[in-house]
């Protein structure tokens, strides 16, 4: 057994914050790690901005500002933050876990503790690797990506072509004004019968979500305006719930973003069995297998097009749909979890 732990200085949430509500997807995936570490039989302790000490499957969960840290650790995962670096010098191993675009680590702060400490640095992906340049400092670069939720991955799948419905399920700012656009343009008016459900909005992304509230709701008036070309505005939901909608979903729209990282929103999906149309931007070309688990179309064109095939050709969505099942479900935390254990020396 080994002790483990993980400090993130990030938003409020605690080990039963994904049972409450919507959840961001960095604040998920802590909570899936430290959980599925507990379960391999580990001693998992996390200090963040947890409103109160909690105790929640096997994980100790305490305020980042209580006097209660351990001596040492076998295991330090300090998460995105650089004022958590050098907050463990006796842990064993420390790892710099980062989520976000590496650019903003080229900034002093980072840097100087980064060349004085040089923890490994934790990736979620080999796109997202990329953003942080060769010559910067650092120790080993390990690419670990999300595991996907059992909750998604076991989860009961449909057994017939859904009716023609597509989703969006990521961030309202990344891109979804001109998603809807394009909608109204392009794809309703070929397939004037096709819904598109957004569960979308600014209570899953905490406190930052409250101080990007207005771009947000800017945009979510614009889909509130498009009822009558079958845009409906669902807002964000359960994991559980999301689970059902996606039971329901012919197809999941987005466009991807170059500061998109994993896309845990598109991961998700294509776990439950639902073709993808993305754009080649970002990490999202990692999340999709074109032409077999959904489409990754440049133009605007090509992804007008392929999101009106998915709607409309039930034999193409079912074989995407096998196809995801198939190939999607494979990384799991279990996993995931598997990867930082072998950090521990």
Partial sequence: MAHILLADDGIEFDGQSLERGPLGGVESSIINLVAELARRGHDVQVRNNCRAALDHEGV?????????????????????????IDLMPSAKRTVFWIHNPARYLMKWRYL????????????????????????????ERIVIPYGMSDDFCAAEPATQP?????????????????????????????????????FTGAATYGSVGVDKANPMGRVIAQAEA???????????VTKAALIEEFRSARCMLYRG?????????????????????VQDLGSVVERVVDGETGFVRPTDTGFADAAVELLSDEALWQRQHNSALNQQRAWRWPDAARAFEALIE
């Avoid at 009822?227 to 964000?236: I, L, S, T």
Wanted: with cysteine.
């Fill in 226 to 236: 498009m009822a009558d070309k079958g845009v409906v505005v669902r807002g964000p």
């Fill in 257 to 277: 973003d170059i500061n998109e990282t994993f896309c845990l929103a598109v991961g998700e999906a294509q776990a439950m069995g639902v073709p993808a149309v």
């Fill in 162 to 198: 859904p009716p023609a419905r597509a989703v969006f399920t990521s961030n309202p700012l990344r891109s979804l004004d001109w998603l809807l656009g394009l909608w109204a343009q392009e794809i309703h008016s070929r397939v004037p019968d096709a819904e598109f459900h957004l």
């Fill in 112 to 139: 100087s503790k980064l060349w004085r400490y040089k923890p490994a640095i934790i990736f979620i992906g080999h796109v997202h690797a990329t953003t942080y340049p060769a010559w910067a400092p650092g120790g």
């Fill in 60 to 84: 100790t969960w305490r305020p980042i500002t209580s006097n209660d840290w351990p001596a040492n650790v076998d295991l330090y995962i300090a998460n995105r933050g650089d004022k958590l």
